[in-house]
């Protein structure tokens, strides 16, 4: 039997793919590159915002209308919220599996190649829930563990990745409890995974010639946060390790090797200083700091949930440049969150301008039911929420080429991706990577024009020459 994945969402989707993958290998399944030679076309789909969610369903009308006489499988994070409704309303899907234990899907891909019809697998919670509040330690130690059973085969899993580069999911959920997100109804509260298992992770992707090990999660900055007095006692009486984001830098700085390690997802309101330690220390660990502000006026701040403010918000991006030389910072804000007026929206502007933030994202606010903003007064229209996200990235342009500007003319490595042919065999060939001030995916690219053949996926030394918009030309340094 044969599978085609359709992947939608963020890079956490991404691992939960990759581990699918891994799940539908070992029992028999083959994946395929194109949907037409498979039997079952996976879906795994975003629940974050509506127009996520209303990607993936249409991916599934689509699919439907394309290949009617194959099996369909709704998974991810809109299969994990809305599992009930869907099945009702979204007849065009044949199964359902959510992101609560992937173990299961294996079983659910056979059942609905049997024909059975409408499965609800066993990787879905169920619809529209709050987050469950555990009754006792076991049950966050429960969760932890489904948490460390859906790393099938810790990094020998399929990579979805370009090459050189890989995503390693370092806890599960989140407590932060921001007001606009949906995260917690999805992944529930946060589970770290234990510090040994990502190391070994760690290890086996680096045998395999991974240059990137890329640490995610809905908020990396938290990794460990969620241990209790008692489960901690519990799970030292036990010998298993677990420790705090600084402190699993510290056990990956121990392995040996030329490779770069890459935060992503860091909350502001509880940075762990104690990572410029380890920065200061091993060059390996990128100086790229990825910080959700996601607004600049203190009463919208609140609103959101969050517990920092513009002054401490500001003092920890000068705290961050001032220790870190060649420190990056990637943000996102966003606008028409209910109540943002004029002068909030104002203040988001000056937070803008004063962060000079390297690199930025900006979205429009998602009403999301069953959040706490999802009743909050003050609607803002959509018109006026796009239109201001549309002037936050205009004037956004010209901070992150200025921010990028203060790099030319010096050597960095670059992880190298992509080739390109020359359309005449007389003119050479051009490739695309990423320096270390550039994330996979979301930043610029660093553009190769060599005549020389490199590598996919090795890191080689250039010197920057010249920037092209958010893109930096760049040339292979020979010694």
Excluded at 366 to 372: F, I, L, M
Aim: aromatic share 8%.
């Amino acid at each position: 039997m044969k599978y085609y994945i359709d992947l939608f969402g963020c890079v956490k989707n991404q691992v939960d793919a990759e581990n699918i993958m891994a799940y539908l290998n070992e029992a028999g399944w083959a994946p395929v590159k194109e949907p037409d030679e498979a039997n079952l076309i996976i879906v795994n789909s975003c629940g974050f915002i509506e127009s996520a969610k209303q990607e993936s369903i249409n991916a599934v009308l689509s699919w439907r209308k394309n290949f009617p006489e194959k099996k369909i499988l709704l998974a991810g994070c809109l299969a994990q919220r809305y599992s009930k409704e869907l099945a009702e309303s979204l007849p065009e899907a044949d199964g359902f599996f959510g992101v609560d234990n992937l173990t299961g899907i294996a079983e659910v891909a056979e059942e609905l190649a049997e024909g059975a019809y409408r499965t609800i697998g066993r990787g879905t919670r169920g619809a529209r829930r709050k987050p469950a509040e555990p009754k006792a330690e076991g049950d966050r130690r429960e969760r932890r563990d489904v948490a460390e059973g859906a790393v099938r085969n810790l990094g020998e899993r399929p990579l979805l990745s370009l090459p050189g580069s890989a995503y390693v999911k370092i806890s599960e959920g989140c407590d932060n409890n921001c007001s606009y997100c949906a995260i917690p109804l999805i992944r529930g509260k946060l589970q770290s995974r234990h510090a040994d298992d990502i190391v070994e992770e760690c290890k086996i992707l680096l045998g395999r010639g991974i240059k990137e090990l890329c640490l995610v999660g809905q908020d990396t900055g938290s990794y460990g946060r969620d241990l209790s007095s008692g489960l901690l006692t519990e799970l030292r009486a036990e010998n298993l390790p677990f420790t705090n984001l600084p402190g699993l830098l510290e056990k990956l700085s121990l392995l040996e090797g030329d490779f770069w390690i890459r935060l992503l997802y860091i909350h502001p309101d509880h940075f762990p200083l104690g990572i410029l330690d380890i920065m200061e220390k091993d060059r390996r660990v990128l100086p790229y700091f990825d910080i959700p502000f996601q607004h600049g006026s203190e009463k919208i701040l609140k609103a959101m949930n969050r517990q920092g403010n513009t002054e401490t918000y500001l003092k920890l991006i000068e705290t961050i440049r001032e220790r870190i030389n060649d420190a990056v910072i990637r943000s996102t804000l966003m606008t028409g969150f209910p109540g943002e007026t004029k002068d909030d929206f104002s203040a988001l502007l000056d937070f803008q301008q004063k962060a000079k933030l390297d690199w930025l994202g900006c979205f429009a606010y998602s009403r999301e039911e069953n959040t706490p903003s999802y009743v909050m007064k003050g609607k803002v229209g959509k018109k006026l929420a796009a239109e201001r996200k549309r002037l936050i990235e205009e004037k956004q342009i010209h901070i992150t080429e200025k921010q990028m500007d203060r790099f030319i003319g010096r050597t960095f490595g670059v992880l190298v991706e992509e080739k390109f042919e020359a359309p005449n065999e007389d003119e050479p060939v051009f490739y695309l990577g990423r320096l270390p001030f550039q994330a996979p995916e979301i930043d610029g690219a660093a553009v190769i024009i060599t005549d020389e053949s490199l590598e996919l996926g090795a890191i080689i030394p250039c010197k920057i020459t010249a920037r092209a918009g958010f893109d930096l030309k760049v040339e292979p340094v020979k010694f």
